[in-house]
């Protein structure tokens, strides 16, 4: 459901009829609905009754239960803790009574008797407030919703890929000690990177299932050094011979969640050979130091992304046009790193001119 096109409900709460219907009367609008309690019992009921309350107008002074010990019980409740409180008082304004309110619980003040337009503007301003917090949470649960999507789909296809894997790395081991093979040393290196990779291959298909069954905070941080961890990514998706991979500088070396650093380079080293369409491919790697982050760039000669692509690319099944003549990509893969980057509060951004290539950049925490 739309934020704006739910009502805005009130909690209103003071033990004289007569101010109830007053202060209804002096906020009534459209989309509001209005909940009414008339002793602090009442109100804490009520409160947690209804679970969409978007503010309460709390009297302080009520026989029984005043106001400041009603706003202590509500933020001591998972369920109301964090519904805005408007105090609306007609005794002291001293700094030190305030003070109290806010301690606790309230966000704000009214004092009687009330003046109209500046209630109304207040009320206004948390209503706003409201709908934005709702957006947020909104926002934030669909983000979670697509993470889990991501995990169980990389659970899949790296459980679908387990057993072919070993059997590949088993008929190679088979393979290498064949006459054939043996008398050609060509053939024995290029079965020896081929051994190499499946093994490689394996251990990351064993880590994406390991990461696939672990939560955020169980997942290992350790020591990467960010440029043999390259240089690895780089030999093992064996860019064809037209295409020069180059890393610039020394990269550095942090402690942070390897296996998601290397999903990122990987996919992105993979896609800048993928799409390469030029006779002669340069990729080159590196990074600027950027604050508490290193600021970390894969940079290619390839066919470009138009502008209007730059960002749609990133969501998740969106793809840009593809001119360079090879396999379509899924959509999925630039979203996931947009994940892992923004998990460590990082940005990807890409800077690209048609027809002569992109760069892109991605944050990562200097530590976590």
């Known amino acids: 459901m739309n934020a704006q096109k739910r009502p805005f409900k009130i909690l209103l709460v003071d033990d004289r009829e007569e101010n109830l219907l007053s202060l209804e009367q002096i906020l009534e609008a459209e989309n509001r609905t209005f909940i009414k309690a008339t002793s602090g019992n009442e109100a804490l009921k009520l409160a947690l009754k209804n679970k969409d309350i978007g503010l309460i107008m709390l009297d302080v002074q009520m ?30 304004k001293e700094e030190q009574y305030v003070m109290k309110g806010f301690e606790h619980g309230a966000v704000d003040y009214l004092h009687k008797p009330l003046d109209v337009n500046t209630t109304r503007a207040k009320v206004n301003v948390f209503e706003q407030l409201y709908f934005y917090q709702f957006d947020l949470k909104q926002t934030i649960e669909q983000k979670n919703k697509i993470n889990k999507q991501l995990e169980r789909f990389m659970y899949v296809v790296a459980h679908d890929l387990k057993s072919p894997l070993a059997g590949v790395a088993g008929m190679l081991s088979l ?20 051994i190499g990779a499946s ?18 905070f169980e997942q290992t941080i ?42 990122v380079f990987q996919n992105l080293m993979s896609n800048a050979i993928k799409y390469n369409d030029k006779a002669e491919g340069f990729i080159s790697v590196g990074y600027i ?13 390839g066919p470009g992304i138009a502008a209007n692509d730059s960002q749609r690319i990133f969501e998740l099944f969106s793809t840009a046009d593809n001119k360079s003549g090879r396999d379509s990509s899924t959509g999925v893969g630039l979203n996931i790193m947009k994940v892992a980057v923004e998990e460590q509060g990082g940005l990807i951004t890409v800077d690209s001119t048609l027809g002569e290539g992109s760069t892109f950049y991605f944050q990562w925490a200097k530590g976590v």
Not at 63 to 91: H, N, W, Y
Not at 175 to 192: F, G, P
Not at 289 to 301: C, L, M
């Open 63 to 92: 026989p029984g239960m005043d106001g400041f010990e009603v706003a202590a019980l509500l933020k001591s409740q998972p369920r109301t803790a964090d519904i805005s409180i408007i105090f609306v008082t007609a005794i002291n």
């Open 175 to 194: 393979m290498k000690d064949d006459d054939r093979i043996t008398a050609s040393s060509d053939l024995v290196q290029y079965m020896e990177l081929m």
């Open 199 to 216: 093994h490689h291959l394996s251990e990351m298909v064993n880590s994406i299932l390991s990461y696939s069954r672990q939560s955020e």
């Open 222 to 263: 350790e020591e990467v050094n960010v440029h043999e961890l390259v240089q690895q990514i780089a030999h093992l998706l064996f860019p064809p011979a037209n295409i020069t991979i180059n890393i610039d500088g020394q990269l550095p070396t942090l402690n942070t969640r390897k296996f998601k650093l290397q999903q």
């Open 289 to 301: 130091d950027d604050g508490d982050f290193y600021k970390f760039y894969v940079k290619d000669n």
